[in-house]
């Protein structure tokens, strides 16, 4: 199912349609400020799976991130954030990166790596951040699978390409062809692990 939402004013009735779909163990394809990525909600374990099939990647392996509301609800997520990293935080968000940080209790097992870290997202893009506020938690930021191709920032193709894959797939406008900029915090100090739509200064 396709549907369209407005990428500025996300009619309420919308997202609430989209909520349900995720509290019901469904997958999703939606717009980030980058790219259009698969999601579920992080507490759906049988979902993250379907989305690891898709991406045919085992979840231990998958690196898979995921995407918070604001700050203070990826504080939830992340261990004790020291005050630099948070200032840090703070500047770049909501903005076109990934960082990767040490995993908190809360983040579901499927989710951490062998490091015990998580990459973690606030995009800006209200689409994104009206369903995780509307959810309650995050949901997963995971790629479409492949290489990413030109066809995967126009909605209606990747609907036709993964209609039978997924249960619902958002429309908020033609999407980016380059992901967020992924960096790691997890050992204290900043690294650069992709550089992507994020500008980034060491």
């Not at 309650?136 to 126009?154: N, R």
């Amino acid at each position: 199912m396709l549907i369209h939402i407005h990428p500025k004013n996300p009619p309420e009735r919308l997202i609430r349609q989209v909520v349900e779909v995720l509290k019901n163990g469904g997958i999703i394809i939606y717009p980030t400020d980058t790219i259009y990525g698969l999601g579920c909600d992080i507490y759906q374990h049988k979902a993250i799976e379907r989305i690891c099939q898709i991406k045919g990647v085992q979840p231990q392996k998958a690196n898979l991130s995921f995407v918070c509301y604001d700050l203070s609800d990826l504080s939830q997520y992340a261990k004790q954030l020291t005050t630099s990293v948070y200032r840090t935080l703070k500047q770049h968000l909501p903005g076109p990166y990934t960082f990767i940080l040490e995993a908190s209790k809360d983040v579901p097992k499927i989710l951490k790596t062998k490091k015990d870290t998580v990459g973690i997202r606030v995009p800006d893009n209200t689409i994104a951040r009206c369903i995780v506020k509307e959810l309650g938690h995050p949901i997963l930021s995971a790629t479409l699978p492949g290489e990413y191709v030109e066809e995967y920032t126009d909605p209606e193709i990747i609907q036709e390409k993964f209609e039978k894959l997924v249960d619902l797939v958002i429309d908020g406008g033609i999407g980016g062809m380059v992901p967020s900029t992924i960096i790691d915090f997890s050992k204290g100090e900043a690294e650069v692990i992709r550089e992507g739509a994020g500008a980034w200064e060491a």
